[in-house]
């Protein structure tokens, strides 16, 4: 036998200093595990019954053990790290506020379930006390007071025989039901499991007749922010799927790199600093049932290998802030925490990766980016909302802040000891993409963008009646106005 490479030498080697042969096909198997021989050879050699020379077969089990305990210790590094850190600065002018990476410390037990409703509630509480000055519920009846302002958390909706809705709060003293009629019936209908509202009302055999019903909400006289330069919005590229739309997305990057457009659109390619992309950076793997007939890329590694070609197209003058979604490689519950190291470091220098949601500082701008999963729950519960027009169902996160204020929906949520899905700070811009459809507003001077695609529409998306509005995107100009522009590629 001729020892070609230094691996299988030092392999053999080992196996030779226990006393065994190994053959040619387990030292191929054994390179794989080239940083941990040293742990497993001894394992090998012990489970032995007898045979000299070491075969594939006599490894296989140990080394799947070993695979099993590598790939779990990856799952932990990537969703239980370290300790909590508040503020860090990753770029010169980029600060990172709020965002789970690195922070992660959940477990999924029930007292982890416990500490994030803890965490909600007293994080939205403490909104809602700015707006109303509630008792506690155990207090309420003990008092006995005629008028009433509360706190809780929604329990239960349900209409009644007699047409008026009931809805049953608890905080963490008890729970008391308020009964919503005439104009309030609508918007008691339209809350949400597991969100945080104020009741004001009157006491009636136990019952508050409600008055009005609170959200935690944004103050009323927000306005919007001036700045010195443009932020570009986008969002769900989905790199990889055989759907992206090549031509449209080269478009984009030559208007960044000042080659078509007129003197208006170079303007404002010369003034852009940030593009900010809001997730599905990639179209995965596994996602959805026979994904595979809809991806040009098979394996997820390429798929990124292929978003950072992509991304690094855009002018180096300018900073990409890049945030994971559904179709990405990172844990599914939300918070989701940034791409790994893997993925992470393929992209280039101006490139920075963050967590969904993540709270971020642009030069003085404040910037909430979050995918926008559980806008999907909020356009299934509340009817006159839709798809179509996605800034409306943004409004009701706002409204609520929370990023995902209906628990057991279709979007997952980890329960962390802190709710990282509450919007404590007001920000200046509020942008999620995950919809597909493009739309834009203000509301109490908070710029919200639900910033499109670059995916045509895909087989299961014609199934489930998915009608995007691909390569919308959305430009914050130093003004505060807000220009859209659409590549059409032909
Ligand atoms: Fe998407």
């Not at 002018?93 to 789970?100: L, N, S, T, V």
């Not at 009157?202 to 609170?214: F, G, P, Q």
């Amino acid at each position: 036998m001729v020892i070609k490479d230094i691996e299988s030498k030092l392999i053999i080697t080992k196996f030779a200093m226990h006393g065994y042969n190994v053959h040619p096909s387990a030292i191929e198997l054994l390179k794989e595990f080239k940083n941990e021989l040293d742990e497993i050879i001894p394992k090998i050699c012990s489970a032995l019954n007898g045979s000299f020379i070491i075969s594939r077969e006599d490894i296989l089990p140990i080394l799947n053990e070993f695979k099993r305990k590598r790939r779990k210790e990856q799952f932990k590094k990537q969703f239980f790290v370290e300790k909590p850190k508040e503020v860090k600065n990753l770029k010169d002018e980029i600060c990172i506020i709020k965002d789970i990476t690195g922070t992660s410390t959940c477990e999924g037990n029930v007292d982890d379930f416990i500490a994030y409703f803890n965490s909600r509630f007293e994080k939205l509480s403490k909104i809602l006390r700015q707006r109303l000055n509630g008792i506690s519920i155990s207090n309420i009846k003990k008092i006995r007071t005629e008028k009433v302002d509360v706190i809780g958390m929604v329990k239960d909706v349900r209409e009644t025989q007699n047409g008026n809705v009931l809805v049953e709060i608890e905080d963490n003293t008890d729970s008391i039901r308020f009964i919503a009629t005439g104009k309030l019936r609508d918007l008691a209908l339209e809350l949400m499991g597991d969100e945080v509202i104020g009741v004001s009302g009157v006491l009636r055999n136990n019952n508050i007749i409600a008055d009005k019903i609170i959200f935690p909400d944004v103050p009323l006289n927000g306005e919007k922010k001036r700045t010195n330069f443009s932020i570009v919005f986008i969002s769900d590229t989905h790199f990889g799927s055989k759907e992206f739309l090549e031509k449209e997305w080269d478009l984009f990057i030559k208007w960044l790199n000042f080659e078509v457009g007129n003197e208006k659109m170079r303007e404002i390619a010369e003034s852009v600093k940030y593009v900010v992309l809001a997730g599905d950076v990639v179209d995965g793997v596994g996602i959805y049932p026979n994904q595979e007939k809809d991806l040009k890329i098979l394996d997820v590694y390429g798929q990124y290998e292929e978003a950072a070609m992509q991304i690094d197209k855009i002018p180096k003058r300018i900073k990409v802030i890049v945030s994971p979604g559904n179709h990405d490689a990172v844990r599914q519950a939300e918070p989701q925490p940034a791409l790994l190291k893997e993925f992470s470091n393929l992209f280039s220098n101006n490139v920075v990766n963050v967590g969904n949601p993540s709270f971020l500082n642009l030069d003085g701008i404040k910037l909430l980016i979050y995918h926008g999963r559980s806008l999907d729950d909020v356009v299934t519960k509340i009817p006159r909302l839709s798809y179509a027009k996605p800034q409306e169902a943004m409004v009701e996160l706002l409204k609520r802040r929370h990023l995902a204020p209906m628990y057991g929906g279709r979007s997952p949520i980890a329960p962390e000891k802190e709710d990282y899905l509450v919007i404590e700070e007001i920000p200046d811009i509020f942008h999620c993409g995950h919809i597909h459809t493009y739309g834009t507003s203000f509301y109490r001077g908070v710029f919200l963008v639900n910033s499109s695609t670059w995916q045509a529409q895909t087989e299961f998306q014609k199934k489930v009646n998915l009608n995007p509005m691909p390569c919308n995107v959305a430009v914050y100009t130093p003004s505060g106005e807000v220009v859209r522009l659409k590549f059409y590629g032909g």
